[in-house]
Structures are given as structure tokens and as C-alpha cells.
């Protein structure tokens, strides 16, 4: 497939060239819109869908932050960001930094930030424990960054939280943060598995914490649709989510896999890619949700087959 409907420019895959953006842009959201993008197993492809919606967004006209909540900084490393020695989100949570000196600007993005992980987001579960109001720290300074930013004229569109694959501190920090929960899927059987375990965190967190919170977003990833088992797991997440499901599987792709080991997204690795072009369509389909998303209620119309 053409890639030259969506992009302007050819890029080198080994080097972000320039700025990116479409040819068409995403619908802007009626107000800003914060993602926790979670799941307590890991390899079901959290990060990578958090940096390439975010990315995907982005190219399409609108201010983005990722706020990259694992230890282990991948989401860091796929936007091409330092992390390993500078002041991330560790230092935010602690209150040794203030949220707005941590921000970085992402190479090649003109409306894409990050916020980093770092080494010592390790620590932070137990530093945690004994703080004040200690699932409500992310939240305090978001509202703190977002308002900076809306006082400066250029506030974000969405950010985009990435969790660690637990359900420690940190990512009930993340849920009590967010008006929206996105739950990557991964198209196998023990994906569905860990599904009762996060649903009934959420359902406790909506309950004591953040009233707000809505289960909006479900994608499946690493959809191989040769096999009977991904088309098992579809049809199941199908029947039991079909509003929150964005029916656009993500294929398992070698280009989506190889991007961060360059410092990039597939989005500016390879665009014309099916994994680049499927996190496209999604991000189109969640901008286009999102002109009249109400937080409190789950209900709309999806209509299957759209592009993007």
C-alpha cells in the first residue's frame, strides 16, 4: 500500500529528516485527552502502542505528551529521547523537580513531548509507599504541567501515559491521572487471562480514586490472521467490548519491532509499513472519537471499515 496519502516526505529509516506531519489532519479533540495505556502482562505491546499513537496523533496536527512510566524506558528509547541520566518522571514524583523543567521535545515531531523514565523510576514503588497522597502525586502534577501550558497558549491535545507491566504504585498513580483507559490486547490466549485481574483494579481505582475514569479503548496487537487462535481472541474481545474496541488489528510486524533499536516510532522507521499504516488508522479512529467523547459514558458508534 501506498504510503503517499498519509505522508509528504520520504524519510531514512536510520535518522528522523525534518518534520512530519499529514496530508489530512486529525479531528482536534473537544478537550484534552489523558490515556493510561496499561496491562499487567507484559509483551502485549503497551509501549509501542503508546509511542506510535502518540506519534500517529502528533503527525496529524496535534500537541501530544508521553509520560513514560516504566522502569525500563522503552517508550523513552522508540522517541529518540535521553533518559539514562537526566531528570524524568522519577524526580517529578519525588518533588525534586518541578514537571515542566523535564519535558523534552522529540526529534522530528514539531507537537510531540516526552517526559522519561530513568534508571532510578526503579525505586519509586518503595519511595512511594510512605508519601502523602501517594496515588495522587502523577495526578497533582499534570494538572499542574497542563495548566502552564494552557496559561502559555499552547496546551496539549492528549498525553499519553505509559505503565509498567504490574499493578504496583506506579500504575494506579497513572490510573487515578487519566480520564481514559486503553488496554492493548495481545491476539493470544493468556492475554485474555490477566484481562479479569486489570479490569477489577480499574473498577476499584474508578471507584476510590478517580470516579471519572472510563474504560474507553481496547486495541489488539500482534493480530496474525492466518491463525485460528488470533481470530478466537478478536471475536471474543468483539463480543464482550464492541464499543470499546477499535476493530483495526495491529499485525505482527518485524518493522515495529526493529524501530526503537534506531531511537524511532514505525511512523518516520518505515510509514508505508502495515504496522505503521494500522497504528495510523487507529489514531485516526480514536481523533475522530474523540470530537465528542464524554468520560462518563461509554457509547458510541464505531462504524466498522472506516480507513484512515
Not at 25 to 45: C, D, S, W
Not at 52 to 64: E, F, I, K, P, V
Not at 73 to 86: D, F, I, K, P, Y
Not at 96 to 119: D, M, R, W, Y
Request: glycine fraction near 8%.
Amino acid at each position: 500500500m501506498d504510503d503517499s496519502r498519509e505522508t509528504q516526505e520520504p524519510v531514512n529509516p536510520k535518522k528522523v529528516i525534518g518534520t512530519r506531519r499529514l496530508k489530512e489532519a486529525m479531528a482536534k479533540p473537544a478537550k484534552l485527552r489523558i490515556f493510561t495505556v496499561a496491562n499487567q502482562k507484559g509483551g502485549v505491546g503497551k509501549t509501542t502502542t503508546t509511542v506510535n499513537l502518540a506519534a500517529s496523533l502528533a503527525m496529524g496536527g496535534l500537541r501530544t505528551l508521553v509520560i513514560d512510566l516504566d522502569p525500563q524506558g522503552n517508550a523513552s528509547t522508540a522517541l529518540g529521547v535521553e533518559h539514562r541520566e537526566n531528570d524524568g518522571i522519577y524526580e517529578v514524583l519525588m518533588g525534586t523537580n518541578p514537571i515542566e523543567k523535564v519535558v523534552q521535545k522529540v526529534a522530528g515531531f514539531p507537537h510531540l513531548e516526552c517526559i522519561s523514565s530513568n534508571t532510578a523510576l526503579a525505586q519509586a514503588e518503595i519511595n512511594l509507599v510512605s508519601m502523602v497522597a501517594r496515588e495522587l502525586r502523577l495526578k497533582e502534577a499534570i494538572q499542574e504541567l497542563v495548566a502552564a501550558k494552557q496559561s502559555a497558549g499552547v496546551g496539549y491535545d492528549y498525553i499519553f501515559i505509559d505503565c509498567p507491566p504490574s499493578l504496583g504504585l506506579l500504575t494506579v498513580n497513572a490510573f487515578a491521572a487519566a480520564q481514559e483507559l486503553l488496554i492493548p490486547i495481545q491476539c493470544e490466549y493468556y492475554a485474555l487471562e490477566g484481562l479479569t485481574q486489570l479490569l477489577e483494579t480499574y473498577s476499584v481505582v474508578k471507584k476510590r480514586l478517580n470516579n471519572d475514569l472510563a474504560l474507553s479503548t481496547i486495541i489488539l496487537t500482534m493480530f496474525d490472521g492466518r491463525t485460528r487462535l488470533a481470530n478466537d481472541v478478536a471475536a471474543s474481545v468483539r463480543s464482550h467490548f464492541p464499543n470499546e474496541l477499535i476493530d483495526i488489528p495491529i499485525p505482527r510486524a518485524v518493522r515495529v519491532s526493529e524501530a526503537p533499536s534506531y531511537g524511532q516510532t514505525v511512523m518516520t522507521y518505515d510509514p508505508g509499513s502495515p504496522g505503521a499504516i494500522a497504528y495510523l488508522q487507529v489514531a485516526r479512529e480514536i481523533a475522530e472519537r474523540g470530537k465528542g467523547f464524554d468520560s462518563n459514558v461509554v457509547s458510541i458508534n464505531y462504524k466498522k471499515g472506516e480507513s484512515a
